[in-house]
């Protein structure tokens, strides 16, 4: 370096973390605000599902739920509730884009063919994918 020649600042390692870590929290933030009606939306429809399955009867008649599903799903479409970041993509057909995941949370005592019919019901009326929700692994 010759005399009366000045050196190129270089950025400070703390500032750039400090705005690296404070970018990250908006972009969050904001992801965060995007998906939670979303996920609202899951929320409604898995305890909509869920209160459906709670009493079942003794012959276990699934079509109530299968059709309770395919009008919640007919009505997901008509609103345009589209799975997260699926929103803007138009090489999906927008059935293959609207929100249609399902859980089912069965109890202990619930016979393994019951439960079997209740998943084949809910995958009937369009629901994809199905969840298998277990409490109290050992």
């Not at 809910?122 to 994809?128: D, F, P, T």
Request: proline letters at 5%.
């Amino acid at each position: 370096m010759h005399r009366g020649e000045r050196r190129a600042k270089r950025p400070n390692v703390v500032w750039s973390v400090f705005v690296f870590l404070a970018v990250s929290a908006l972009a969050g933030a904001l992801t965060a605000g995007l998906a939670l009606p979303f996920a609202g939306l899951a929320g409604v429809t898995t305890s909509a599902a869920h209160d459906s399955v709670q009493y079942l009867p003794q012959d276990l008649q699934t079509a109530p739920l299968a059709q309770k599903l395919a009008l919640t799903f007919k009505d997901r479409k008509d609103q345009r509730a589209y799975k997260i970041g699926m929103e803007n993509r138009s090489d999906l057909k927008e059935d293959d884009r609207i929100e249609k995941t399902v859980f089912v949370k069965a109890p202990r005592a619930a016979k393994y063919g019951d439960v079997v019919k209740v998943i084949d019901a809910i995958k009937g009326a369009g629901a994809s994918p199905v969840g298998l929700q277990v409490d109290d692994l050992p």
